[in-house]
């Protein structure tokens, strides 16, 4: 099983740009997919959940209103659309995979998750 997340690059404050993790090995339709992200000295923290064949979970509130996330069922591939980036925006984004049983948190916690993508950079400049 391996999620790839790709898409993080730097950008000026203001600007968007698309993450997408893309699962091979498993089916996105029997998990809850999740972004999460590490900024410079912070703890990783969840952002948003996405499950059930697209539907939408869960935004934290640091990014709701700025960032859509979003599923391609036939390519098993999770987006997440970030706009209106700002300098605190920047971090490592990771994906990750939550299996079905059991109850789900929100925030997401990460020792729920059962596979975790290997993370992708987003540099957001002043």
């Known amino acids: 099983v391996q999620l790839q997340a790709s898409g993080g690059g730097l950008v000026q404050a203001g600007g968007s740009l698309t993450l997408s993790c893309t699962g091979f090995?498993?089916?996105?339709?029997?998990?809850?997919i999740g972004w999460f992200r590490q900024a410079p000295g912070k703890e990783r923290e969840g952002i948003s959940c996405?499950?059930?064949?697209?539907?939408?979970?869960w935004y934290s509130d640091s990014v709701r209103g700025r960032l859509v996330i979003s599923s391609e069922n036939a390519k098993n591939t999770v987006y997440l659309q970030m706009k209106s980036l700002k300098p605190e925006d920047t971090a490592v984004y990771y994906c990750?995979?939550?299996?079905?049983?059991?109850?789900?948190?929100?925030?997401?916690?990460?020792?729920?998750?059962?596979?975790w993508g290997q993370g992708t950079l987003v540099t957001v400049s002043s």
């Open positions: 996405i499950r059930d064949g697209g539907e939408v979970m």
């Open positions: 990750a995979a939550r299996g079905s049983s059991g109850t789900y948190y929100y925030p997401p916690r990460e020792y729920d998750q059962n596979f």
């Open positions: 090995g498993l089916s996105f339709d029997d998990y809850e």
